[in-house]
């Protein structure tokens, strides 16, 4: 299952907010089994939000998953770019508004706003704060709109996208990690290399970092397979075979 | 002076690593009076940072500061991706090599790999780590590719993406923010409104949150313009309004 995540908002693009809603998403879809394929980080602007949702659609993308701008000010842009992504109107949703006034007084027209959602959009209950969600199709993707506050785009994200992932999903994903310690990571380059070319549906990856003139190289072997047994196999497998290499050339290992 | 960010590695679109890469720059270029338009995290794929580098040059982009993928492993894609997008080979490029060699022992074909760059590429010296840099045009667009390491990202965009930008942006930018205590987000969403409306130029945006059960609104103001002092007395009046309507709906502020 292809997923994207468009993360929504001007104060991701100045750098005053480090983008950890696009990680915590991505680290739980990939544990669904989802495959992430790209994350893009745009302004408050309606042209870039319906178009970065096309582009993504055309891209193949089964499941979009939006955070950011559903909240009441002026900058809250989201709903209405899905809406010019599906050619359809903004209106009040009667069930947002009921959503939305079993949390909050709704008399201003900033909060009123918050229950306006593109025509047939399905709204989504916000069990943390005020603002709803919503659900849509655009051609064969879903698009799911997310609040930016984190609590709140934690917890619907439990409640409304977990169930879509694991659905869709039909692969499994497992995943092992080790530090090695004094060894450099073009040494390991043609060991990870060899393992590959026998087995390309493994995905390994070195971070090498330098402590006190030590090069320590952090490993990180994972496979997505139908079969949650057989990727935990190859997994392990490719795990011990490298870091007994690894050994032979002098390196301490940590397994985690 | 348009710019956007390329981040390139796996391990973000599996949320192993928080893009802390892309929030640094993105708060640098801004602070340099540079615009940042998007910032895009795909996978170590050849033709994913092919057509990602081809779409940002046509959106416009001025200036493309890629992340990650410039080490000696098999999924160090990053200059074969930009040649591709370039439609020129990948060569031993001699200055290059000149660099990684008074780095590192050039032994193993994997170190030499890095230095290897698209035809035509001027190489970026890496103050802190092996791996050189690249600087490249594509139609308007100048591409600085850069690790992804943090401290050796950091150091060569200090060396050799700072120059680009001052010399580039004709804009200065100015901001400054606020705290305010006991008041909802959507009571200060019309005065955000009626500021904004009087002058379109300024960039306001209310991050709110809940606190013990007392509502904080963040408030952050800012402005970019020809002028530094123009935009400092434009954000500091803004600033004093809104305030100054919050203080008197019993709000208390904090400015900082």
């Known amino acids: 299952m292809m997923v994207e995540v468009l993360s929504i908002g001007n104060e991701l693009l100045m750098g005053k907010t480090v983008n950890t809603n696009a ?6 879809v990939t544990r669904l089994g989802g495959l992430i394929r790209r994350i893009t980080v745009i302004g408050d602007d309606l042209d870039e939000i319906a178009s970065a949702l096309k582009e993504a659609a055309l891209r193949g993308a089964k499941l979009i998953i939006t955070t950011g701008g559903l909240g009441p000010t002026h900058d809250d842009k989201t709903m209405e770019g899905i809406a010019r992504a599906l050619n359809v109107p903004l209106e ?5 508004l009921r959503m939305l006034e079993a949390k909050v007084r709704v008399r201003a027209p900033q909060v009123r706003k918050m229950a ?3 025509r047939g959009a399905k709204p989504l209950q916000n069990p943390v704060g005020a603002a709803p969600g919503a659900l849509v199709k655009l051609g064969e993707a879903s698009i799911v709109a997310l609040p930016g506050v984190p609590s709140e785009m934690k917890a619907m994200f439990e409640l409304h996208v977990e169930p879509l992932i694991k659905e869709g999903a039909e692969e499994a994903f497992y995943e092992a990690e080790a530090t090695l310690i004094g060894i450099y990571e073009a040494d390991l ?17 070195s971070h090498p970092k330098l402590e006190g003139g030590v090069s320590i190289v952090k490993l990180h072997v ?10 935990k196999r ?3 497998e490719a795990l011990k075979h490298i870091l007994g290499i690894a050994k032979a050339k002098g390196a301490r290992v940590e397994e985690s």
Do not use: F, H, Q
């Not at 009040?92 to 947002?96: D, G, M, T, V």
């Not at 380059?189 to 990856?205: C, F, N, S």
């Not at 994972?222 to 990727?231: D, H, I, K, V």
């Open 23 to 28: 990680s915590w998403i991505a680290d739980r």
């Open 92 to 96: 009040l949703n009667e069930e947002a």
């Open 116 to 118: 306006y959602l593109p």
């Open 189 to 205: 380059a043609p060991i990870m290399e060899e393992v590959l070319k026998r087995d390309p549906t493994l995905y390994i990856k």
């Open 222 to 231: 994972a496979c997505r397979s139908l079969n949650l047994e057989e990727g």
């Open 234 to 236: 190859k997994v392990e």
